[in-house]
């Protein structure tokens, strides 16, 4: 069982297009991460948050804790915004291991 | 290059026939994981290392993986008598943080170890 769901698992847009990607959980968590993996590409990490709102350029992440939801968006996207993106949580084990989701593949059309 | 590295990035090997992988984590990270990913799949928690110390394996880790971080820096993971369900992509990723210590840390991922059992 995948305590971490995300949604969609697919996903295409045109260029320039406002682009949400949701993650969900089920118990409370410590923090929650997204994460970015190119084609071919390592995974790297974009936000690590535990409440609230974060922005970096075009990329914006906030975290409802009541409702144990998270959600990515993109901004005015890009062809090299294509790329898979994942959500995964800490749930507040000593050790800090992470719980994934199994990814939103975005594909972005020029 | 001062981020994480792994060696080999590629390896294709018989059924049956033992593997060892290398993870070189950022130099100054206390914090050390190993995750294995297949395809479609979001990555899965294999074991931790606090330094030296494995202080958490998951039950994906059988009795035929080992893994051991000497002397708290590099991680060697080891998978014996190979079956074609191990094929798969191994991750390792560091962070900074004591032991004890709850401060939230991003955990700065390798390239993976592509894992091919034929």
């Known amino acids: 069982k995948n305590e971490v769901e995300q949604s969609p698992q697919n996903l295409t847009a045109q260029e320039g297009e406002f682009i949400t990607i949701n993650c969900s959980y089920s118990?409370?968590?410590?923090?929650l991460h997204w994460l970015q993996q190119h084609p071919g590409g390592g995974i790297v990490s974009l936000f690590m948050?535990?409440?609230g709102k974060k922005k970096h350029g075009r990329l914006i992440a906030t975290i409802n804790i009541q409702e144990k939801h998270s959600s990515l968006h993109i901004t005015a996207s890009h062809p090299r915004d294509s790329a898979v993106y994942t959500c995964a949580v800490d749930y507040g084990g000593s050790q800090g291991n992470l719980i994934f989701g199994k990814g939103t593949k975005l594909s972005v059309k020029p | 290059d001062t981020g994480v590295s792994q060696d080999p990035r590629h390896k294709i090997t018989k059924r049956g026939q033992n593997v060892t992988f290398r993870c070189d984590p950022i130099?100054?990270?206390?914090?050390l994981y190993w995750y294995r990913q297949t395809l479609g799949q979001g990555p899965e928690f294999l074991t931790y290392?606090?330094?030296?110390?494995?202080?958490?394996k998951s039950r994906l880790l059988s009795d035929r993986f080992s893994a051991e971080r000497p002397k708290g820096s590099f991680s060697t993971l080891e998978i014996q008598r190979t079956e074609q369900g191990d094929s798969a992509m191994y991750l390792c990723?560091?962070?900074?943080?004591?032991?004890?210590?709850?401060?939230?840390?991003?955990?700065?991922f390798g390239p993976g170890t592509r894992l091919t059992v034929t």
């Open positions: 990723a560091s962070s900074p943080g004591t032991a004890g210590t709850r401060p939230h840390y991003e955990q700065y």
């Open positions: 118990v409370g968590i410590s923090a």
């Open positions: 130099s100054e990270h206390n914090r």
């Open positions: 948050l535990s409440s």
């Open positions: 290392f606090q330094n030296e110390a494995q202080l958490e």
